[in-house]
Structure formats: C-alpha cells, structure tokens
C-alpha cells in the first residue's frame, strides 16, 4: 500500500473520484480514504496546514495502514532560479528552516533527539517521480526542501532561508513534519511539490495553486502506474 498526503483540499479533490472500492475511515478530524488507484492499493488523506497537522496525519497513516511507502505531494514557492512556476520539486531531502536550538549550541535546524538536519528522502521513489515528470515534458529538479510554520512570500524572507540552507530548491509548509515521521518509523517517503509561486510571492500562488495542484496529481498518477519499478 501506498500513502498519499496532501496539505489542501485541492492537492487531492481530482484524485479521489478515480479511487476504487473505496472505503473511508476518520481519525482526530482527518478523513483518510482507502481504495485502488491506477491499480495500486493506496490511502489518501488530507493533512491541513502546517507541520504539526501533517505529522498527526503521517504517524496515524503509519500506525493504521502500515503504507510501505509515503508520497506527499502538493505546491510550493521557488527558492533557485532553475526553478520556475509549474516546475517540479523532487526532494532527496527535506529540512525544517524554522527549527533552531542554535542559543544552546545545535546548528541551526537541528532535529533534537535524532541528530539530523536533512531527513533523507527515497532515492527510488525521487528517481521515478522526476522521471514521471522529464516523460510528460515537464521540467524536474531533485534536491533539498525546507520546511516551515510560515507562508514565505517574499524575498527578504526567502534570503534569510538560504543564509543557513543555501543548498534548499524549493520551501513548504507540510514535508518536514511527514519527513520527521517517516523517518523514525522508518518509511520511505518522498515529497512532489509544483512550483506554485516564484520571486513573486504570494500573487503568483493565487494565479497558479490549482495549476499546480494538478500538475501534481497527474504525475502522481504516473507514478503509480510504475510503481512496481521501484
């Protein structure tokens, strides 16, 4: 089985029509729908905003459906310039930018407790889904994504990312959290994020998020059709 996690309604809202023998299931507030798609047994659900929603969504998944893998997708705002609006964002691995114990020591965006800055993401499912991306005739880019409880919207703010992350492509609300939990319950997961608003900031994210939502979504879709690849 494979997890599905999305931030927002219209992250998934084209999805779950395709779904079969369906059945749903609500937990803590989250409506997590069970079903076949694209020939894959799949659990789809969506988190809400913001990392702590997605972490209660992500261990619930595990812990109930025991996915073998987790795919989170949605949008997200550029932070290089190969990185434009309706590109992708692959993660090798994700980070939380707003995590900062540095007063006592930690560099910054230290996960305390399990030592790690950068969760590594799924190499296999990164390949395949940056591959699903390059074959539709979209553009792709594999990397580091940052996480955060903040809407970044403008350069200054994107600046001050980059000053301790400068290897970061690309900057969400939800990864690092489902990242976090996929780690120490060991779970491969990836993040798939469209482009959904470049130097422009927020304007950019109003004209392009359901672009992007289903550019997403396409892809995801391809991606399960290979997935016995991986």
Not at 5 to 22: D, F, G, N, Q, W
Request: charged residues 25%; hydrophobic residues 45%.
């Amino acid at each position: 089985m494979i997890g599905i996690i999305a931030a927002m309604k219209e992250e998934l809202e084209s999805l779950l029509p395709l779904m079969t023998e369906v059945s749903k299931t609500t937990l803590s507030g989250v409506e997590y729908v069970e079903g076949t798609l694209e020939g894959r047994r799949v659990v789809a659900a969506v988190c809400g905003v913001g990392k702590v929603f997605a972490a209660v969504c992500a261990q619930t998944m595990i812990l109930r459906w025991a996915p073998e893998r987790i795919v989170n997708l949605g949008v997200a705002g550029t932070m290089c310039h190969e990185l434009g609006v309706l590109d992708a964002a692959v993660s090798e691995g994700v980070l939380q930018y707003d995590m900062d114990t540095s007063a006592v020591g930690d560099p910054v965006g230290l996960l305390s407790g399990i030592n790690i800055i950068t969760l590594p993401a799924d190499e296999k499912m990164a390949a395949l889904l940056a591959d699903c991306v390059e074959k539709r005739g979209g553009k792709a880019l594999r990397g580091v994504i940052a996480s955060g409880d903040r809407f970044v919207a403008g350069a200054e703010e994107k600046e001050r990312i980059r000053a301790h992350f400068p290897e970061v492509i690309a900057v969400e609300m939800e990864g690092g959290g489902i990242g976090q939990v996929c780690y120490i319950n060991k779970v491969p997961f990836v993040l798939l994020r469209s482009i959904s608003d470049g130097d422009g900031g927020s304007m950019d994210y109003f004209q392009f998020k359901l672009q992007a939502c289903e550019n997403s979504i396409a892809i995801l879709r391809d991606f399960l059709r290979r997935a016995g690849e991986l």
